[in-house]
C-alpha cells in the first residue's frame, strides 16, 4: 500500500522520458537545412553563425537579389 504511489511516480516518469527520446530521436529538434530552406536563408545563418564577415554577407545577399 505504501509503495503503490511511489511505483506509480516512477512509471510515470519513465513514460515521460521514453516520450522526450523518442521526440528527440525522430528529429524534434531546431529545423535543419533541406530542401524547404532557402539560399538566403542558409546565407543568414552563416553570418549569424560568424562564417562570414559583413562585407561578404552584403557582397552575397546583393548577387541572391539580383
Not at 511511489?6 to 521514453?18: C, P
Not at 529545423?31 to 552575397?60: Q, V
Request: charged fraction near 30%; glycine fraction near 12%; hydrophobic fraction near 35%.
Amino acid at each position: 500500500m505504501f509503495l503503490g504511489p511511489f511505483i506509480w511516480i516512477l512509471v510515470t516518469a519513465g513514460v515521460v522520458i521514453g516520450f522526450i527520446y523518442l521526440f528527440r530521436s525522430r528529429g524534434g529538434g531546431p529545423p535543419k537545412l533541406g530542401s524547404s530552406t532557402t539560399p538566403r536563408d542558409i546565407l543568414d545563418e552563416r553570418f549569424a553563425r560568424g562564417e562570414i564577415d559583413e562585407k561578404e554577407y552584403n557582397d552575397r545577399k546583393r548577387t541572391l537579389e539580383s
